[in-house]
């Protein structure tokens, strides 16, 4: 990895430190597979413009531009100067705003976990029966 991507990492380490956030969470939260975040967050990987983006919108207190160039500080501000409008609104969520897309994703996700635990349970009885066999062997 190069340096660039190190500090990256470690600041994106620095805004889940902040949050509170472990990387299942985090992996939730950017719609991303746990073992890519793994990956990322280990230096196996360099850190995905595509999430940073998607924990920012989700988070949007975070500077992004902090987040991917390290330029400005870790958050922006978001309190309305004078000559702005009293009432400041806030972006909707992705639930709000394209709810059969959130939808959608949501039965995407469900549908490759269903994948990956009938996957593992085939693997699961492939090993049991493994087992039994290594123990009649040994009877």
Known sequence: ??????????????????YNLDRLQFAEKTRTKLGYVNQMLSGKRPVSEIVMRRFCAMYQKVNLEWLMDGIGEMFVDTT???????????????????????????VDDYRETKR?????????????????ELEERLN
């Open 80 to 106: 309305p100067k004078k000559n702005e409008a009293s009432k400041v609104e806030e972006p909707e969520s992705e639930y709000v705003a394209d709810p059969l897309s959130a939808l959608r994703r949501l």
């Open 1 to 18: 990895m190069t340096p660039e991507e190190l500090e990256q990492r470690e600041r994106m380490k620095q805004v889940l430190d902040f």
């Open 116 to 132: 990956q635990v009938d996957a593992l349970a085939a693997e699961l009885s492939r090993l049991k029966a493994a087992v039994r």
